[in-house]
Each structure stands twice: as structure tokens, then as C-alpha cells.
């Protein structure tokens, strides 16, 4: 590890930091329609769309049908998009002829960018038309964040309404953060990344003679919007195979540091959002804080790994002083691919600007950590907040039974009904992950699939199944994925990943929306200071450590210790 490295981590946190309150203020507004400097604009465009839709953005919602209009929105989205992949070959923008996509990839991308998992059985540039990049994988992931801000607004009003039916309007919120937030903000990122040198247009892909004579595809077309999108939703989902380790997604060491900012800004931000809506602010810089500790830990563990270099290269005398390179662009090093693989999977985008599968096992292994977690540390927009916060529940729950009173939170009681859906929500991840690992590993089809033995084979189909259900999309890229059966398990687990969370999520919003607010006693547990961040980063490892601690052993645990005895698998 380097002095250089650590500055650069630094800065980041700073700028994020800096971020933070300026948007929380701004998501506020927008998300409660009051009015912003964009308002004499997008005002007119907003109404337009209620009217033509017949909404009434007025109407608040009962959690019920909060929910089933957010089910219904994605199986109507679930069928278009389908529909659009397995006619591709017919449709128009295709200038390199690409073939309709086979039914089983067609589900398996479907479900992925509708989950905003954005996992990739494919290679972008040699399977995708343009049509089906930005009328099909471009919408899809401003639609999939824009549902997770919004279900993590809907569970904010949960805390923050007292007496009240409803948790607001689906709709409304849809409208209100793809106008006001994910399209303007998109706009500004998608000049910015053009002017770094990302392309964007649509134009066939063009062939270029090398110094050896040898013809060489350039694959180009609209990258530069869905980068955009990719990275401020934590979709992750790239327009190339080697996503942001390709020059054309990632051409500098500006863009790579705009790119990891936009993965966290709006995460951190909501956790503003959160403590301005319960009237303290301190709330929300608690759960940050405690998002804070586990990443840094993160950070240091993957850098230190990766910095350490290989020692079974050090044993045959290859220089390891730039530390693990392997997989790694140049341009980057062990610091930033180390810190960008921690960010990427801390939230729910799963770009990457370094093979995962390359990175040392412990460096390996705390992207797996940060998905098997919940992706709670930031987490996807929308879903880190929502999801930290039913740890939340979970950590005061403990702490009552351990003082003996009935637990609250912001001024909420947290009763027997809100603690079995929170446990309900929470142990969904586990069952999804190691359900289809353990099947994945007894069957012939799911062997089939690794490209390595042991215990690195393992931890290539335990991370995969993990990245699906934790809707993160990040691979270890040593999976053969592309076939029935790893495309449809993974299908499946995604949507279990993804709705089987937000189902008694938004269960517990409507029960705590509906109870009257507790005045603060001297009884009261304190909830904006270091103990109760400390409780609830122990409440996350331990629930974590219980549950995933004996794959972990399999595979990235066990690879380590096999590594420092210099055994090859």
C-alpha cells in the first residue's frame, strides 16, 4: 500500500461527503413535489404525464397497492423488454445485423435489467443492436432505479408519517425521480463523458489494419447515455464485454473517479433524505456512518490484498512491487480497481474496471462480503437505504430484548408483526444464494460452468449466485453462464432477490406508517450516536457471519490459506 493510494481513496470520500447534504436536500424536494430550480421547466412535462396517464398524484396509497402497482409496472416491462430481444433481428438500429437473442438469455437479460441487476450472460458489443441497447437496456435502467428510490422513499414515510394510510404514490414518485433527478443529471454526465472521449453515436462498428497487417473491429455506437445511467442508477450493466476496464467506457483517471462517485452520490444522499423526513438529521449520519465503518474496513482489506501482490509469483522470483496486477488496467493500478470493486459491489452496480475473478482471494473475497451483506453499504439507489434500515429494525429489536423494553426507532414501536416481515425480507438473500450454490455444485450442468477447480471453482458459482440475488450483476468472469441452466436459476434468483425483499418491506412501511409517533423519554434508546452504529454494524455481521461464514470457508478462506502454503488447485 502507498501514500498516493490512500490519498486517492481519500479524495473520494471527501467529495462524496461534500455531496451528500447538498442532494439529500434536493431528493427531499422532489420527492415530497415540493418545488426546484428545474420546476419552470419540468413542471408542464410532469402534469402532461399524469393527464395522459390518468394519475392522480394526490391519491396516497395503502402499502398494498403501492406495491401492486410496482408489480405490475415491472411485468409489463418484464414482457416488452423480452419481446424486444427476441425480435431484434427484425428491428431497426441493427447495422451490424446482430441475431434475435436466444429465449433463455432473453429471460435471463429481461429480469436482469428489470431487477436492476444488470448481470450479463453476453458480450455487449457482439450481441446487442442499438435499438435494444437504449430502447430496451437504457430504459430499463432508468426505470429500475427510479423504482428503488422510490421504494425507499415509500419506506421513509413509514418512519416518518404518524396515523396515516398510505405511503405515498407510485407513480408520482416514478415520475418525479426520472424527470427531476435521472434525466437531468444523465444529461450533464453523458456530455461530460463524450468530452472525455466515451462515443456516442450510431454508426456501424469500423474495421481498422494494424502495424502487423491484421483487421481489427472496433465496436462503437451510443455508449456515452448508457454510461451515464449505468453509473448514477448502479446498474453496472455495460455496452461492452470488458465494461468500465474498456477505454471506451473508461478512457481516464477523471471519468473512473466521476464513475465511482456517481455509483455512491445518491445512495449517501438518501440516507439524508431519511434523517430530513424523521426531523433530525442525525439519524441519517448515523446510518451513514455505520455504512462508512464497513466500507472502509472493506477497502482496506481488498487494497491491502491486492497490494501484497501474489505470493506464489514472489516465490519464482516476478517483481510484485506494483502489487497484483493481473486483470488489472495500468492506467489504474491495485489502488483504484481495488477501491472500485469494493464501491461497485458496496452498492448494487457491478461495473467493473478490474476482473474480479483475478483479484487475490482475500481481495476476492470482500466484494463477495460486501453482496452477501445485503448490499446495504450505500447499496443500489434506493435499495442500501431501505435495506439497512430493516437491519436497523432488526439491531433494535435486539437491543430491547437485551434492556427489556418494547424497542423503537425514531419514534416508532417496532412490534412482533414489523420484526417477522424485516426477518422475512432479510433471510429471502440467504435462502436464494445458498439454495442454487448447493445445487449448482451437486449437478453436472452447474459443474459444467467454472473454469477452475477447488476451492476457486467454488467461490466463481457461489459469487455468481450471489451477485444475482443480491442484484449487484458483477461477475468473477471464470463462469461459463450462457446456458439454460445457469440463465435461468440466475433469472430466478434475481427476481427473488429483488421483490421478495420489497414485497414485506413495504408491509412494514404501511404497519409503521399507520401507528402514532412515541414522545422521547428518558428511556429511549439513542439512535444517532456510536452506539447505536456500533449495534447495528454488529447486528449486520453477525446475522452475515451466521449465515455465509461456512461457503466463505469453502472458497475464498480456504484459497487463501492454500495459496500461502504455495498449493495450486
Wanted: glycine share 12%; net charge neutral.
Amino acid at each position: 500500500m502507498t501514500f498516493n493510494g490512500w490519498v486517492q481513496i481519500a479524495l473520494f470520500v471527501a467529495i462524496l461527503l461534500v455531496l451528500t447534504r447538498p442532494l439529500g436536500g434536493y431528493l427531499s424536494r422532489v420527492l415530497e413535489g415540493q418545488r426546484t430550480f428545474m420546476s419552470p421547466v419540468l413542471l408542464p412535462v410532469e402534469r402532461g404525464f399524469y393527464r395522459l396517464a390518468g394519475i392522480d398524484p394526490a391519491e396516497d396509497q395503502s402499502w398494498w397497492v403501492y406495491c401492486r402497482a410496482m408489480l405490475v409496472f415491472h411485468i409489463v416491462g418484464f414482457a416488452f423488454l423480452y419481446l424486444l430481444l427476441r425480435l431484434q433481428a427484425v428491428l431497426p438500429l441493427n447495422p451490424q445485423d446482430m441475431s434475435a437473442i436466444p429465449s433463455d438469455l432473453s429471460f435471463n437479460t429481461a429480469v436482469s435489467f428489470l431487477t436492476n441487476t444488470n448481470w450479463q450472460s453476453y458480450g455487449g458489443e457482439s450481441t446487442m443492436s442499438y435499438l435494444s441497447q437504449m430502447a430496451g437496456l437504457t430504459v430499463q435502467n432508468f426505470l429500475s432505479a427510479a423504482t428503488g428510490i422510490a421504494l425507499a422513499m415509500a419506506f421513509i414515510r413509514g418512519f416518518a408519517r404518524a396515523n396515516a394510510k398510505g405511503i405515498g404514490n407510485f407513480w408520482a414518485d416514478l415520475v418525479r425521480v426520472t424527470l427531476y433527478v435521472l434525466l437531468p443529471f444523465c444529461i450533464v454526465l453523458t456530455l461530460f463523458y463524450v468530452w472525455q472521449g466515451v462515443p456516442q453515436n450510431l454508426g456501424a462498428y469500423v474495421e481498422a489494419t494494424t502495424l502487423e497487417g491484421a483487421k481489427q473491429t472496433i465496436a462503437q455506437g451510443p455508449v456515452a447515455s448508457q454510461l451515464a445511467i449505468k453509473m448514477l442508477g448502479t446498474n453496472g450493466g455495460g455496452f461492452f464485454n470488458a465494461n468500465s476496464a474498456h477505454p471506451y467506457e473508461n478512457p481516464t483517471a477523471l471519468a473512473n473517479l466521476v464513475q465511482m462517485l456517481s455509483i455512491f452520490v445518491i445512495g449517501a444522499a438518501l440516507t439524508n433524505v431519511f434523517g430530513r423526513a424523521v426531523g433530525a438529521e442525525r439519524q441519517g449520519w448515523a446510518i451513514l456512518a455505520a455504512m462508512g465503518v464497513l466500507f472502509i474496513v472493506g477497502v482496506f482489506v481488498a487494497y491491502w490484498a491486492e497490494a501484497g501482490g501474489n505470493p506464489l509469483l514472489a516465490a519464482l522470483g516476478v517483481d510484485n512491487a506494483q502489487g497484483n496486477m493481473e486483470g488489472k488496467e495500468v492506467r489504474f493500478g491495485a489502488p483504484l480497481s481495488a477501491l472500485f470493486a469494493v464501491i461497485t459491489t458496496a452498492a448494487s452496480c457491478g461495473a467493473v474496471n478490474a476482473m474480479h475473478d483475478s483479484f487475490m482471494p482475500l481481495g476476492g473475497m470482500i466484494p463477495l462480503v460486501n453482496m452477501l451483506l445485503g448490499e446495504i453499504i450505500i447499496g443500489g439507489v434506493g435499495a442500501g437505504l431501505y435495506g439497512i434500515l430493516l437491519f436497523a429494525i432488526l439491531a433494535i429489536f435486539l437491543a430491547g430484548l437485551m434492556v427489556g423494553r418494547t424497542p423503537e426507532y425514531v419514534g416508532k414501536k417496532i412490534e412482533a408483526r414489523d420484526v417477522k416481515f424485516t426477518m422475512l425480507a432479510i433471510l429471502c438473500l440467504p435462502l436464494a444464494i445458498l439454495g442454487f450454490t448447493g445445487l449448482a455444485v451437486v449437478l453436472p450442468v452447474g459443474l459444467a460452468g467454472p473454469a477452475n477447480a477447488g476451492p476457486h471453482g467454488f467461490s466463481e458459482i457461489f459469487y455468481a449466485f450471489t451477485s444475482a440475488a443480491a442484484n449487484n450483476g458483477s461477475a468473477f468472469a471464470g463462469l461459463t453462464a450462457n446456458t439454460l441452466f445457469y440463465n435461468s436459476t440466475l433469472g430466478v434468483a434475481m427476481i427473488v432477490g429483488r421483490f421478495a425483499i420489497i414485497v414485506p418491506m413495504l408491509a412494514v412501511a404501511g404497519s409503521l406508517a399507520a401507528k402514532r409517533k412515541s414522545a422521547v423519554s428518558l428511556g429511549t434508546f439513542p439512535t444517532d450516536g456510536p452506539l447505536f452504529v456500533g449495534l447495528l454494524v454488529g447486528a449486520i455481521l453477525i446475522v452475515g457471519g451466521l449465515t455465509f461464514l461456512p461457503a466463505l470457508a469453502l472458497g475464498p478462506i480456504a484459497e487463501h490459506f492454500a495459496m500461502l502454503a504455495g498449493t495450486l488447485f
